[in-house]
Each structure stands twice: as C-alpha cells, then as structure tokens.
C-alpha cells in the first residue's frame, strides 16, 4: 500500500555530496545573491555553501512546516508525509541520499558499502558502518533491513507500508560475513534499488504488524542520526530535535532543529520578527515580495523537484469516471495561465510542467502535453457531443447541472490555483463548487477518502521515478489505492511499469518513462499544471541550508556563521 504525497520518496533525506557531506555543496552563492543574483542551475543548490568550521558551535534552526506528523513512521501509510521525511533525514538511518546534481549518493555515516554483486539474480550487498547504533545502543545490524523488508513486502497485509515497490520483489535478506553486512537477493532486476531502504527503521518497530502501525504514533522510540528527538509539543505544535551525543561521524554545528507548524500567511512576519529562519516560498508572490524587501534576508533559489499539479477523482461512480468527460475538463483548464499567474513574476519565463513523471531539466523529460493541449473550444465541443448543454452559465444533461465539487488548501496559492481553475471551467459551462481547508484537514478529511472531484496540490518527485510514481498509478484494490487518489487506471500502465523498473539501460528507461506519460496525457489521470520556484526566504547569516534543489537538506551540515 502506498499514499505518500512526497515521496517521498515520496523521497528525500539525509545530507548528499559523498565525501563532502558535512561541509556543504552547491553553486555559488553567499549573503550578497539574495534576490540579485542569478538561481542556481539545475544540479546545483544555493545554501551559503560554507565549511563548518567557518560556523558557530550551537544555535537552533527553526523551520516552518504545515502540519505534525499523524504518524512518526516515515514508511507507514499514514506516516509518509513530507514532514516525516523531513524528520526523517535528521534521526533515522539511510542506505543513500539524494546529491545535489540529483543522483543517488552512499550514506557514509550508515553505509560502508552497498554495491550489486550479482546480476543474475540481481544481489546487493549492503555493509554497514561498524560504528552505526540505534538510540537504544543496539548496533544497526543486516536484521533492520530483513525486518523492513518483511514490513514493506506485501506479504503480511496486516503492516500498512506506504509501498511495496522494489521490497515485493526481493525474496531473502539474509547475514553476510557478520552481523554488520546485509545480502539481499531479488527475483528479477530491479533498476532503482538504490532508492531501498530510504530511510531505514529499526527491527523493533517492524517486529510485529501492531507496532509498525501504531508504535510510533505519538513519537519514535529507536532513532538513530546527527539529531534526537528532545520533545514534541502538541499544544505549540513543535518538533524539537538536539544534537544527538552518541553520534559518531563529525558532529552538526547545531545544538537544534526545531519543526514548527505554521500557517503560511505567517512565515513572512515571523521570519522578520526571527521567529523563523527559513520558509519556502514556491508559487507565493506575497512570500517572495516580502522577503526581498526584509532586511538580513535573502531568497535562495535552485530548481527542484516540486511541481502543482490538478487530481481528478476518477472512482466508480464519480462524474470523472467518465474518461470522455474528464478529457474534456483536462482541457478545459489552462496550466500556461496557471503557471503565469503564479511563478511567472518570481521565474521569468516559466513554463507549465508537460510529463507527469520526469521533472524539467531531467535527460528522459519531454514536454508531452500536446497529446492534450489546453483547448477550451475542442473542450466544449465535446461536452455538447456527450449531451451536456448550455442552460444559461453552466451546462446540463437530462436536467441535472454540469457541477464538480473542487478542493485545494486554503493557502495563497490554494486559493489562486482553484480561483483560476474555477474561472477556466465556468468560461466552458462547468460549475465549480469550490472549497478550500486547511492544510490540517487537507489529507485525511478530502484527499485520502476521495472527497473531491477535483483537487489543487503540489507533489515532490524522487531520484527514483519508477518506484516513487508507480504507486501514483496503481490499480486500486478496495481500500488499497496506493497514491492514486483519483482512483483512475490507465490500461497497460502496468505492464510499462515493470517494464522500465527492470531496465538497467537508463536511456531506454526513459524511453519507457515517456511512454507512460503519453498514456497519462491520453487518459487524463491527472493535470501537471507549474513547477515549483525553488526560492527561499532564508536568514542570510545562515549557511549550509535553503534552495536544496535536487539534493537533501542537510540538517547536520547547517549552521550561522561565525
């Protein structure tokens, strides 16, 4: 099972760059970029990239987030949330990160190794670092993967795993030479097995189907990073992580990293306030605006993986099941006007996002959307062929009115996305009966069950984008839909899945990629509609931290300078 709106995977922890790992990496940048200098690159960050030991001993970083965990556990169901990744990246283990040109990169501090052994069958080999405990003091040992294996297989279906995408396929996980090196042994080549064991929980929350569910709904209990968790406040809505004293690699500048939950009309005053250090600022004018203007800021900016997209609710009996009708609202909608209206001032030139699983700038990308262009005409003449009729502003068919319930987040861009969205529809003679909830409803009381036919949110894209978009597509199984919040199928998707997780040849796995997405086009699963800025407002004498772009955020490399 897989509901991560990540993804995650989801995507999306602990610090990248090798060997550099702890001293920061990226393009240029420092306290004179702000919103004068030119972005970075794709492949590169903009983070006041710094040695640490130009950064003061000490200091907390304070971060804005939408919403606490409703589960602590990154790879439950209900846990693989952005801000569980988040936290994740600070105090749970991880066989690789994400570097910052966007590839996989070995995770030093856990892993010695992890390298292919064996090709047929494929085999991997993970050596753990000698050094590497959990918070209890128990060495992490080949156990922790063979137990996170069994949780994520789908084997048991009494463990609510957010995926089972790479782990279904691997059949033993077993002890190599000790205790500390893991063999894994696949049933058939599996092309993004670097994206395994992101992050890696211990053997005592998957222990037992009770404890991986519900064991860590109020906290984690066994971590084990550059960070601990000190408290968890409910009431104030914190997460407070210390530096973890039992750490063995080279120690974080940082005493803390606080999460704290945060509306984001209130990120700018609090930032100016230093209430807060950083906060992102996507497609929010009024949060670039402010923080160009706000003494001892500056914006960072890197492109990234993040793209706004529309989500239709396809399920049995929903008005969008009707695969005719939804093509016609896809094209209804205008994502050029969106992504103008938007990230156009803040990213001149921006260009709405035309695939629905590589991102723009990745090699295998190409802009597929021509196979269903915004046309608000062919959009009209095909409601009129399925007999729904202009009747004033809005259409009907056997006397009941064209209308569609549409959800986003009631945020600045929530509220400009279904403005727009709402408009775009009512100009081809479809209601839009739109709400917009908060970000802490947002999930679990419309996205999740289906309250929707339309829904405005934002995905974050993943280094593996096989594994991390194949439960995105998922053939819904009763309460089991994966990420597919819409419900809807695409014939022959599945076969081009396996298909491309098997591939080894990354060119012809794009080939694959682009494939999928023409079928995504053509059957309106969903609307890509604007990538993300990659800007951050962020506190200009913090170094090491910001416009991630493609790689981790590196909590235990952050710090002020001196």
């Known amino acids: 099972m897989s509901r991560t709106l990540r993804p995650i995977t989801a995507a999306m922890v602990t610090a990248a760059c090798a060997a550099a790992l702890l001293v920061g990496c990226g393009g240029p940048s420092g306290p004179d970029r702000g919103a004068r200098g030119a972005p970075a690159a794709r ?28 589960n602590y556990n990154p790879v439950q169901v209900n846990g693989a949330r952005v801000v569980t990744w988040q936290l994740a990246e600070a105090i749970l283990p991880s066989a690789f990160t994400e570097a910052p040109n966007g590839e996989h990169a070995l995770n030093k501090a856990f892993f010695t190794s ?29 156990e922790d993967l063979r137990g996170q294996w069994q949780a994520l297989s789908g084997r048991d279906t009494a463990y609510e795993g957010y995926s089972d ?10 002890r190599g030479a000790s205790d500390k090196v893991a063999v894994v ?9 670097q994206g395994l064991f992101r992050p890696l929980v211990p053997k005592e929350l998957t222990a037992s189907a009770r404890s991986f569910n519900k064991g860590w709904l109020e906290a984690p209990s066994v971590t084990s990073g550059p960070f601990a968790v000190e408290r968890i406040d409910r009431t104030g809505k914190t997460v407070t992580l210390r530096r973890n004293a039992s750490w063995w690699a080279r120690r974080p500048p940082l005493d803390q990293v606080v999460l704290r939950v945060l509306d984001p009309a209130a990120r700018a005053d609090e ?13 929010d004018l009024d949060l670039f605006t402010r923080a160009r203007d706000m003494p001892g800021v500056e914006i960072r900016q890197a492109p990234e993986r993040l793209a706004g997209q529309l989500t239709f ?15 016609a609202v896809a094209q209804a909608v205008d994502p050029k006007a969106i992504t103008d209206a938007l990230v156009g001032r803040i990213v001149p030139g921006a260009k709405p996002v035309g695939h629905h699983i590589l991102p723009p700038g990745d090699p295998g990308y190409r802009d597929n959307s021509a196979t269903l262009p915004f046309d608000a005409a062919a959009a009209g003449r095909e409601l009129d062929r399925l007999g729904w009729k202009p009747n004033g502003p809005y259409r009907e068919r056997d006397g009941r009115r064209l209308s569609l319930r549409l959800i986003g987040q009631a945020t600045p861009v929530g509220r400009t996305v279904t403005g727009l969205v709402t408009e775009q529809l009512r100009a081809v003679g479809i209601e839009a009966r ?7 409803n947002f999930y679990d009381g419309y996205l999740l069950p289906g309250n929707f036919d339309l829904i405005a949110f934002e995905w974050t894209k993943s280094a593996s984008p096989f594994a991390h978009d194949r439960p995105v597509f998922q053939k819904p199984k009763g309460d089991d839909f994966g990420s597919n919040f819409g419900r809807i199928h695409v014939p022959g998707i599945d076969e081009l899945y396996d298909r ?24 309106a699963h969903h609307l890509p509609l604007y990538a993300g800025s990659g800007a951050y407002a962020v506190r200009a004498e913090l170094a090491n931290y910001g416009a991630r772009g493609l790689g981790s955020y590196g909590f235990e490399s952050a710090g002020f300078l001196k």
């Open 313 to 327: 609710n396809g399920a049995a009996g929903a008005p969008l099941a009707e695969e005719p009708l939804r093509r």
């Open 185 to 193: 042994t696949l049933r058939r080549p599996f092309a993004e097995w």
């Open 43 to 70: 492949g590169e960050q903009d983070i006041n990239a710094r040695p640490v030991e130009a950064l003061r001993d000490g200091g907390a970083l304070r971060v804005p987030v939408d919403a606490l965990p409703t």
């Open 165 to 174: 995408v790479g782990y279904a396929d691997i059949v033993s996980v077993e």
């Open 500 to 523: 491309g997780l098997a591939e080894l040849d990354a060119g012809k796995r794009r080939e694959i990629a682009n494939r999928i997405d023409v079928l995504a086009w053509k059957h």
């Open 271 to 283: 930032l100016a306030n230093r209430g807060i250090d950083v906060y992102p600022i996507g497609a």
């Open 114 to 142: 992890a390298r292919l052994t064996s090709t047929s069958p494929q085999v991997i080999t993970y050596t753990l670092a000698d050094r590497a405990v959990w918070s209890n003091g128990r060495p992490l040992t080949w």
């Open 434 to 440: 739109t709400r917009t909830v908060p970000l802490e």
